[in-house]
C-alpha cells in the first residue's frame, strides 16, 4: 500500500473534522440538538445568560480547536517518509483508543450525557479503524 492511503485517510479525517468544527462554531444551538437531542440540549447550553455565554465561547473554542486539527491532519496528508506515517497512525489510534475510554470511564456516568456516549463511541472505533487498517496494511507490504 502506498502513502496515497495514507493521503486519503488524513484528507478524510481532516475534512470530517474541518465540517464537525465549523458546523459547532457557526450553528452551536442546532449541532447540540442534533447531537444530543432537544431536552439534554437545553440543559447543556446553560440556563442564565451568563452560563450560556461561557458554554458558547468555551463550545466555539472546541469548534476551533477541531478545525485548526483537521487543517494540521490535511498538512500532515502531505508528508511522504513511510516510518512518519505509521508513527503518525499509531498516535492517532492511541489518540481515538483514549477518546473511547474516556467516554466509558467518565461521560457515561453524567446524567445528561448517559445516552449520547454509545454512538459516539461507535464513532470513535471507526474512526480508529481507518487508522488501524492503514497500518495492517503497510505492515502487510513491509512483511510480503
Known amino acids: 500500500m502506498d502513502s496515497s492511503s495514507?493521503?486519503?485517510i488524513c484528507t478524510l479525517h481532516s475534512v470530517i473534522y474541518v465540517t464537525c468544527g465549523g458546523l459547532i462554531i457557526l450553528y452551536l444551538k442546532e449541532m447540540s440538538v442534533?447531537?444530543?437531542g432537544i431536552e439534554t440540549a437545553t440543559m447543556?447550553?446553560?440556563?442564565?445568560?451568563?452560563?450560556?455565554?461561557l458554554i458558547q465561547i468555551s463550545t466555539s473554542f472546541a469548534g476551533l480547536l477541531l478545525v485548526l486539527v483537521g487543517c494540521l491532519l490535511f498538512m500532515v496528508a502531505f508528508v511522504k517518509d513511510r516510518v512518519f506515517q505509521s508513527f503518525f497512525a499509531k498516535g492517532c489510534?492511541?489518540?481515538?483508543?483514549?477518546?473511547?475510554l474516556w467516554r466509558v470511564l467518565f461521560e457515561r456516568r453524567l446524567e445528561e450525557m448517559a445516552y449520547d456516549w454509545p454512538r459516539q463511541l461507535v464513532g470513535d472505533f471507526v474512526l480508529a479503524l481507518s487508522w488501524v487498517f492503514f497500518l495492517?496494511?503497510?505492515?502487510?507490504?513491509k512483511y510480503d
Open 6 to 8: 495514507f493521503f486519503l
Open 34 to 36: 442534533f447531537g444530543h
Open 44 to 53: 447543556i447550553l446553560g440556563s442564565t445568560p451568563h452560563d450560556q455565554l
Open 93 to 100: 489510534v492511541l489518540l481515538h483508543i483514549s477518546m473511547a
Open 136 to 141: 495492517v496494511c503497510t505492515w502487510r507490504d
